[in-house]
Structure formats: structure tokens, C-alpha cells
């Protein structure tokens, strides 16, 4: 069972930056798919990007060529770079994972965790 909390959420003007981590605990972290996620008020939650056992990574057409996911190994974190940020942007941001990377849809996923809040004015 793989434990996660997400933290490096706040408040940025637009075109800024942030960097969301995920610190993960439990077995075989990374032999998972690690995903991002995030959910606006009323609307559903929906998927950023995610990243295989390999590095390899699959994005959102929403943040393509902004976001850029990675994880390191070593400290059981994956993180989330995201620049030119927009208002559009402002959601609660999750992490969660699953055995394999062939879905990006929040459905497929488990072991949320309790999300972190990014707002961009």
C-alpha cells in the first residue's frame, strides 16, 4: 500500500511558477505509474500528466510544453514544474497511482492523496 502527500501548492500571479511535490511511502513506489490531477471548483477532476517505472511521461493537451513531471527514486518524490502558469490553472492538485501508465482518466486511479491547493490570479 503506497501512502502519498502532495505539498508546494499557493498563491501566483499569472505566468509564474510553482513546483508540487509528492512524497510517497510504502512498497514497489517505483514500479508504479505516478499521475497528477487536479479538480476546479464544480468541476470533476481530471487528469495532468503521469509517469512511468521508465520516466517515460504523457501530458494533458491543457498543459503541454508548461508542466513537466519527474520523479526521483531515490527520495520516493514526484514532482510537478509548472510554468506560465494561468488562471485556469487554479485547482486543487492530487497525486495518485496505479500499476501501469495506460490511462491518464482519474477513474483508474488509487491511493489519493489529500491534494494541494494552487491558485493563480
Known amino acids: 500500500h503506497v501512502q502519498l502527500v502532495e505539498s508546494g501548492g499557493g498563491s501566483v500571479q499569472a505566468g509564474g511558477s510553482l513546483r508540487l511535490s509528492c512524497a510517497a511511502s510504502?512498497?514497489?513506489?517505483?514500479?508504479?505509474?505516478m499521475g497528477w490531477f487536479r479538480q476546479a471548483p464544480g468541476m470533476q477532476r481530471e487528469g495532468v500528466a503521469n509517469i512511468d517505472s521508465d520516466g517515460n511521461a504523457v501530458y494533458a493537451d491543457s498543459v503541454k510544453g508548461r508542466f513537466t513531471v519527474s520523479k526521483d527514486n531515490a527520495k520516493n518524490t514526484l514532482y510537478l514544474q509548472m510554468n506560465s502558469l494561468r488562471a485556469e490553472d487554479t485547482a486543487m492538485y492530487y497525486c495518485?497511482?496505479?500499476?501501469?501508465?495506460?490511462?491518464?482518466?482519474?477513474?483508474?486511479?488509487?491511493?489519493w492523496g489529500q491534494g494541494t491547493q494552487v491558485t493563480v490570479s
Open positions: 510504502g512498497s514497489t513506489y517505483s514500479s508504479f505509474c
Open positions: 495518485a497511482t496505479r500499476r501501469y501508465c495506460t490511462t491518464i482518466s482519474p477513474a483508474a486511479f488509487g491511493n
